[in-house]
């Protein structure tokens, strides 16, 4: 296949390492490794067993920079500055966007990892302060990591006036009144601006009347239900400013994404220019997609699978080996060749089990070598966290196993391999974290090791997909009447609502208005509609189902970590199994009301994975597609979901041991779907008989999940699903896809938009799988609540024919 043309590769990676040497013409690298060459790292990988387990080399060359001039609006105190921590010019883009920024036009900076975008916001936004010693910069990341990154380089800086300071949930109630009152540049995220700024307003009036740039940093990750939820609190923000006789320039960075200045003009409300011609040099990469090898036939009952057996999927027999177990075992291979690695895994605990397993690899071959890898993942305590992150930049550590995390924030200077353990579900997320090792001018190599999934099987069969597709547009929908109303009562105790504000907020506002005025929220009156009670709304920006659940150990009253309470019911149950760190704990209660798990220490031989149960109605038809037998239809559903069992799993052979019932309390979801349905008699002609339809739209609907990521900024587990050969609601046989959130977060109407290409997809991954009935690579689901009964792989097919055949185009 034809390699990936550098403007390709720098459309299609991530974000860039936040420090000032990566954003300079003159840039200051670490020194190198010691390891060997990415190229003869990947052949002694490859060598290590029986066959070959690579099914594609990516060779993304090297490329060299093209500098710009300082523009003249840079004052000369500001270029000695950026000087002095060795940028010696910016790059093309760079100037572009900082150009247009200092100029007033909106725009958002869209280039590849590692090509400096904070200079383009820095540039035009500390040109502006030390011209106007009473302008102020407001900068929004979505980490608290990533704020505090960018503190110490404007920070290093040294300008005089300027005063940094970063006001988030760990700044000092003793240091706020001072921020509020000097700092001339806070940092912080949209939760703070959310629950502290926007509410306090009037104590940021100085602030916010002088307001002349908000930096919005990695803006791509504003997608589904927390980019919309953002996307209306800059709105509140933009109204508070207008109040105050303040309109600032926004400056937006974003990992390449597809339209980029559509996608920040949506996050905004404003209109935005993208700067997308990526100018910074980059090293070479290696590029590996990695298919774990087939398993003997009677192995899946008898292979050790211990790793696999806590991991994040509820897994079955396995078709091969498990992607947990090999990420861990490349990453052992990596830290004894002397190569500082970071291995992404999907989940907190497919993170503690790869760092287990590589220690434990590591220690049988040299003993406290295992010393020198650890795990990093979100509910870590914060001290716990800035240690890793010190004892990995200082080469204490070689390896970490980290969730997505660390896709943003620190600053991994020194890093030459990343292993990503599944596809994270977004081509953006792919190059973003492959970009997190390499240094410019350094060799890197990156290692996409597949799960047995359908997605991930696709891909590694079909790199095209990867290296010769454009990345994914980023999907949002402020119109979410889930979101738009909340907010909307949010703006409505900061200042009452008028109706000018409701054009700002954009459509569906008047009737979320009006659905408030009638649920007694608000109060209409001449001047405006007022919020109603004494305490504010309580609204979660980050849609992770409820508030944050934290493990305790019983026996010490220790915090160990936190759970987001919309994953409580599956990893906090009582009797689950909980890693933190390689130690397991078993669950003795979840306090749901008093957001609690008391768990303790002990090393069961067992694992433990939870049970649902699903229901859905169908509450309206916002669109459909009559195709004769098929019909295609978009709308709202209703979705109720319980938790109602888990089963306990022998770690060394993968046997049931038992399954236990559950007492929890079932959720309730109404949200966007996309579903077709099929006449009877069309599958009867295709050869389905009505003994197999079930089993036929089951396996349809896990693939269908499966591939949805390829068209939408999602991932499997943003999604849910459900079958069935006669739903009430269609009186046919019928397969509903619905985002798992609220109100919807734009991914079914992508797939509805995008139908017969997204179907065809799936119908060919089933087909080119290799397995005769069925496996994780094509129509088995990782999170299945039926235990992946009944499946039929050839009769799913012959259900997506009908579909295909009849479907336009």
Same mark, same amino acid.
């Given at each position: 296949?034809?390699?990936?043309?550098?403007?390709?590769?720098?459309?299609?990676?991530?974000?860039?390492?936040?420090?000032?040497?990566?954003?300079?013409?003159?840039?200051?690298?670490?020194?190198?490794?010691?390891?060997?060459? *990415?190229?003869?790292?990947?052949?002694?990988?490859?060598?290590?067993?029986?066959?070959?387990?690579?099914?594609?080399?990516?060779?993304?060359?090297?490329?060299?920079?093209?500098?710009?001039?300082?523009?003249?609006?840079?004052?000369?105190?500001?270029?000695?500055?950026?000087?002095?921590?060795?940028?010696?010019?910016?790059?093309?883009?760079?100037?572009?966007?900082?150009?247009?920024?200092?100029?007033?036009?909106?725009?958002?900076?869209?280039?590849?990892?590692?090509?400096?975008?904070?200079?383009?916001?820095?540039?035009?936004?500390?040109?502006?302060?030390?011209?106007?010693?009473?302008?102020?910069?407001?900068?929004?990341?979505?980490?608290?990591?990533?704020?505090?990154?960018?503190?110490?380089?404007?920070?290093?800086?040294?300008?005089?006036?300027?005063?940094?300071?970063?006001?988030?949930?760990?700044?000092?109630?003793?240091?706020?009144?001072?921020?509020?009152?000097?700092?001339?540049?806070?940092?912080?995220?949209?939760?703070?601006? =959310?629950?502290?700024?926007? *509410?306090?307003?009037?104590?940021?009036?100085?602030?916010?009347?002088?307001?002349?740039?908000?930096?919005?940093?990695?803006?791509?990750?504003?997608?589904?239900?927390?980019?919309?939820?953002?996307?209306?609190?800059?709105?509140?923000?933009?109204?508070?400013?207008?109040?105050?006789?303040?309109?600032?320039?926004?400056?937006?960075?974003?990992?390449?994404?597809?339209?980029?200045?559509?996608?920040?003009?949506?996050? &905004?409300?404003?209109?935005? &220019?993208?700067?997308?011609?990526?100018?910074?040099?980059?090293?070479?990469?290696?590029?590996?997609?990695?298919?774990?090898?087939?398993?003997? *036939?009677?192995?899946?009952?008898?292979?050790?699978?211990?790793?696999?057996?806590?991991?994040? =999927?509820?897994?079955?027999?396995?078709?091969?080996?498990?992607?947990?177990?090999? &990420?861990?075992?490349?990453?052992?291979?990596?830290?004894?060749?002397?190569?500082?690695?970071?291995?992404?895994?999907?989940?907190?605990?497919?993170?503690?089990?790869?760092?287990?397993?590589?220690?434990?690899?590591?220690?049988?071959?040299?003993?406290?070598?295992?010393?020198?890898?650890?795990?990093?993942?979100?509910?870590?305590?914060?001290?716990?966290?800035?240690?890793?992150?010190?004892?990995?930049?200082?080469?204490?550590?070689?390896?970490?196993?980290?969730?997505?995390?660390?896709?943003?924030?620190?600053?991994?200077?020194?890093?030459?391999?990343?292993?990503?353990?599944?596809?994270?579900?977004?081509?953006?997320?792919?190059?973003?974290?492959?970009?997190?090792?390499?240094?410019?001018?350094?060799?890197?190599?990156?290692?996409?090791?597949?799960?047995?999934?359908?997605?991930?099987?696709?891909?590694?069969?079909?790199?095209?997909?990867?290296?010769?597709?454009?990345?994914?547009?980023?999907?949002?929908?402020?119109?979410?009447?889930?979101?738009?109303?909340?907010?909307?009562?949010?703006?409505?105790?900061?200042?009452?609502?008028?109706?000018?504000?409701?054009?700002?907020?954009?459509?569906?506002?008047?009737?979320?208005?009006?659905?408030?005025?009638?649920?007694?929220?608000?109060?209409?009156?001449?001047?405006?509609?007022?919020?109603?009670?004494?305490?504010?709304?309580?609204?979660?920006?980050?849609?992770?189902?409820?508030?944050?659940?934290?493990?305790?150990?019983?026996?010490?009253?220790?915090?160990?970590? &936190?759970?987001?309470?919309?994953?409580? =019911?599956?990893?906090?149950?009582?009797?689950?199994?909980?890693?933190?760190?390689?130690?397991?704990?078993?669950?003795?209660?979840?306090?749901?009301?008093?957001?609690?798990?008391?768990?303790?220490?002990?090393?069961?031989?067992?694992?433990?994975?939870?049970?649902?149960?699903?229901?859905?109605?169908?509450?309206?038809?916002?669109?459909?597609?009559?195709?004769?037998?098929?019909?295609?239809?978009?709308?709202?559903?209703?979705?109720?979901?319980?938790?109602?069992?888990?089963?306990?799993?022998?770690?060394?052979?993968?046997?049931?041991?038992?399954?236990?019932?559950?007492?929890?309390?079932?959720?309730?979801?109404?949200?966007?779907?996309?579903?077709?349905?099929?006449?009877?008699?069309?599958?009867?002609?295709?050869?389905?008989?009505?003994?197999?339809?079930?089993?036929?739209?089951?396996?349809?609907?896990?693939?269908?999940?499966?591939?949805?990521?390829?068209?939408?900024?999602?991932?499997?587990?943003?999604?849910?699903?459900?079958?069935?050969?006669?739903?009430?609601?269609?009186?046919?046989?019928?397969?509903?896809?619905?985002?798992?959130?609220?109100?919807?977060?734009?991914?079914?109407?992508?797939?509805?938009?995008?139908?017969?290409?997204?179907?065809?997809?799936?119908?060919?991954?089933?087909?080119?799988?290799?397995?005769?009935?069925?496996?994780?690579?094509?129509?088995?689901?990782?999170?299945?609540?039926?235990?992946?009964?009944?499946?039929?792989?050839?009769?799913?097919?012959?259900?997506?024919?009908?579909?295909?055949?009849?479907?336009?185009?």
């Amino acid at each position: 296949m034809q390699g990936v043309t550098s403007n390709d590769f720098s459309s299609a990676r991530g974000t860039p390492r936040h420090d000032l040497e990566s954003s300079s013409a003159a840039t200051v690298s670490a020194a190198p490794g010691t390891g060997p060459a *990415p190229a003869d790292l990947l052949r002694r990988l490859r060598a290590r067993g029986a066959a070959d387990p690579v099914t594609h080399v990516e060779r993304v060359p090297a490329r060299a920079g093209v500098p710009a001039p300082w523009p003249s609006w840079a004052p000369a105190e500001l270029r000695a500055a950026f000087t002095r921590r060795g940028v010696v010019a910016p790059w093309q883009h760079q100037a572009e966007a900082a150009n247009l920024a200092y100029e007033g036009q909106h725009v958002v900076v869209a280039t590849g990892t590692a090509s400096g975008k904070s200079l383009a916001y820095q540039l035009p936004a500390l040109a502006t302060l030390l011209a106007d010693p009473r302008a102020t910069v407001l900068y929004l990341a979505p980490t608290k990591a990533l704020a505090a990154d960018q503190l110490r380089a404007v920070s290093a800086l040294e300008l005089e006036g300027v005063r940094p300071a970063c006001y988030d949930g760990d700044t000092p109630r003793t240091e706020r009144e001072w921020i509020r009152r000097h700092s001339r540049f806070v940092l912080t995220n949209p939760d703070m601006l =959310h629950h502290g700024i926007l *509410p306090g307003h009037a104590q940021w009036s100085g602030f916010l009347r002088r307001l002349a740039y908000v930096v919005i940093d990695e803006c791509h990750t504003y997608r589904g239900v927390f980019g919309s939820h953002v996307a209306h609190v800059l709105r509140r923000l933009r109204r508070q400013c207008a109040r105050f006789g303040a309109t600032p320039v926004f400056v937006l960075a974003s990992a390449t994404s597809g339209d980029p200045a559509t996608a920040a003009g949506r996050l &905004t409300g404003l209109p935005v &220019t993208a700067v997308t011609e990526d100018a910074s040099p980059r090293g070479g990469v290696t590029f590996a997609l990695w298919e774990p090898p087939l398993l003997p *036939p009677d192995s899946s009952a008898s292979t050790p699978v211990p790793p696999q057996a806590t991991g994040e =999927h509820d897994e079955l027999h396995q078709v091969r080996r498990s992607a947990l177990r090999e &990420t861990a075992d490349l990453l052992a291979d990596t830290v004894a060749e002397g190569v500082r690695t970071l291995a992404f895994v999907r989940s907190r605990k497919g993170a503690e089990v790869v760092a287990t397993n590589a220690r434990r690899a590591l220690d049988d071959a040299v003993p406290g070598l295992g010393d020198r890898v650890a795990a990093y993942r979100g509910g870590y305590l914060r001290e716990e966290r800035r240690e890793l992150e010190r004892a990995l930049l200082h080469g204490d550590l070689l390896g970490l196993a980290s969730t997505n995390a660390l896709e943003l924030g620190v600053d991994l200077v020194g890093l030459d391999a990343v292993l990503i353990c599944g596809y994270p579900g977004t081509r953006a997320s792919l190059w973003q974290q492959a970009g997190r090792a390499g240094r410019s001018g350094q060799e890197a190599l990156a290692v996409l090791v597949a799960r047995d999934d359908p997605l991930d099987t696709y891909l590694v069969h079909h790199p095209e997909a990867i290296f010769g597709a454009p990345v994914e547009a980023t999907v949002l929908d402020p119109a979410n009447p889930y979101v738009l109303a909340p907010q909307l009562a949010c703006a409505a105790v900061e200042a009452p609502l008028t109706p000018a504000d409701l054009a700002l907020f954009g459509e569906g506002a008047k009737e979320a208005v009006d659905e408030l005025v009638a649920a007694g929220a608000l109060r209409q009156r001449p001047t405006g509609w007022y919020w109603r009670h004494r305490e504010r709304p309580e609204v979660d920006l980050r849609g992770e189902g409820g508030a944050p659940v934290a493990v305790v150990e019983s026996s010490t009253g220790r915090l160990l970590g &936190t759970v987001d309470g919309g994953s409580s =019911h599956f990893l906090l149950h009582s009797g689950a199994v909980y890693l933190h760190q390689g130690v397991s704990y078993v669950v003795d209660h979840l306090d749901l009301a008093d957001g609690c798990a008391l768990v303790r220490a002990e090393e069961p031989d067992w694992s433990t994975h939870a049970r649902d149960v699903t229901d859905l109605s169908v509450v309206s038809v916002r669109s459909y597609v009559d195709a004769g037998p098929v019909g295609m239809f978009l709308g709202e559903v209703d979705v109720t979901s319980q938790v109602v069992s888990y089963q306990r799993r022998r770690i060394a052979t993968g046997e049931v041991i038992d399954t236990r019932p559950l007492d929890l309390p079932a959720r309730e979801l109404r949200t966007v779907a996309v579903w077709f349905t099929l006449s009877p008699q069309s599958l009867a002609l295709a050869g389905v008989q009505p003994a197999d339809v079930p089993g036929a739209l089951h396996a349809a609907e896990h693939a269908a999940i499966g591939l949805l990521p390829l068209m939408a900024t999602c991932d499997r587990w943003d999604i849910g699903g459900l079958s069935t050969a006669l739903h009430p609601d269609t009186e046919a046989p019928t397969v509903f896809v619905y985002d798992g959130h609220p109100g919807g977060a734009g991914f079914a109407e992508r797939a509805y938009g995008t139908a017969a290409a997204w179907l065809r997809a799936t119908r060919d991954a089933i087909a080119e799988c290799g397995c005769e009935a069925g496996c994780p690579s094509c129509v088995q689901s990782p999170k299945c609540g039926n235990g992946n009964n009944p499946l039929s792989k050839p009769d799913a097919i012959r259900v997506l024919d009908v579909v295909l055949a009849n479907l336009p185009d």
